[in-house]
């Protein structure tokens, strides 16, 4: 878990101006789930959202400054290390803290041990499969703004914070002892990843990012991320195209 380098980041970038001219993408944090649609559910009770059926799965559509979510049928076993990102919730308040995370527990969640100190302020929390995410203590700089669903935090290099950032075109906003953040153009949540040691890779991450091709032209798509430095994987079952980031994090193109 990262939660500590929260409290490093206490000064947001000044945006890079070459990122204007960028055209921004959308993102969607895709999650294996043996009942997608429990797990929506709970997310959607969580975060204030409508669950919309998806490719045999579900989805949870974000906006201009959240992430979506999407939920994917899978009965793969789940490997630990296989976990690279998790969910960071803000909190305007102590009692809105305190609300959030009996609300998690009502809908199915349950806390987690990842070895958290006492005195720190964040509270950290499974969703009913266990992945792990953080209710963020009220005050936190860092996150100030970036909406409910205030970033996702994950295990990673610096250079797959700066394909990342040149992949969806949005400015990084924090790149400082090899760690990095981004957030789209038009604000909300944070992507970011908390430099060496990066846990070793072992099977297919649970949880990776789907992009929708811009103008529906997947190959033009493709052909741009591998010229940024993706490795092209395989095509699935549903069209989809399957690449790996610098990182060797699997993520996938659809054709929207």
């Not at 999407?70 to 290390?81: I, L, N, T």
């Not at 990843?193 to 990012?209: A, L, M, S």
């Not at 091709?213 to 994987?233: K, P, S, W, Y």
Request: hydrophobic share 40%.
């Amino acid at each position: 878990m990262t939660d500590g380098l929260l409290e490093n980041r206490l000064v947001v970038l000044p945006r890079r101006t070459y990122c204007a001219v960028m055209s921004s993408r959308t993102l969607t944090v895709t999650f294996d789930a043996h009942d997608p649609t429990r797990l929506a559910q709970f997310w959607a009770g969580l975060l204030g959202r409508e669950v919309v059926e998806d490719s045999g799965g579900a989805l949870l559509p974000g906006d201009d400054t959240q992430v979506s979510l999407r939920f994917a049928p899978s009965r793969a076993h789940q490997v630990e290390s296989a976990r690279r990102l998790h969910l960071h919730l803000t909190s305007a308040s102590a009692d809105d803290q305190e609300h959030t995370v009996a609300a998690a527990l009502r809908l199915g969640g349950g806390h987690l041990d990842v070895g958290q100190r006492p005195e720190e302020g964040h509270i950290v929390l499974a969703d009913p499969e266990g992945n792990a995410f953080c209710v963020i203590e009220p005050g936190n700089n860092f996150l100030a703004g970036c909406g409910l669903l205030g970033e996702v935090a994950c295990d990673g290099t610096r250079e797959v914070g700066l394909f990342w950032s040149e992949a969806l075109g949005w400015p990084l906003v924090w790149d400082q002892n090899e760690e990095t953040a981004i957030q789209s153009p038009h604000g909300g949540t944070k992507v970011a990843w908390g430099g060496p040691p990066v846990t070793p890779k072992e099977g297919r991450n649970r949880q990776r990012f789907h992009l929708a091709a811009a103008g529906g032209d997947q190959q033009a798509e493709v052909d741009r991320l591998i010229a940024l430095g993706a490795t092209r994987l395989e095509v699935g079952a549903d069209g989809a195209v399957v690449l790996a980031d610098p990182d060797g994090n699997e993520f996938s193109v659809n054709r929207n």
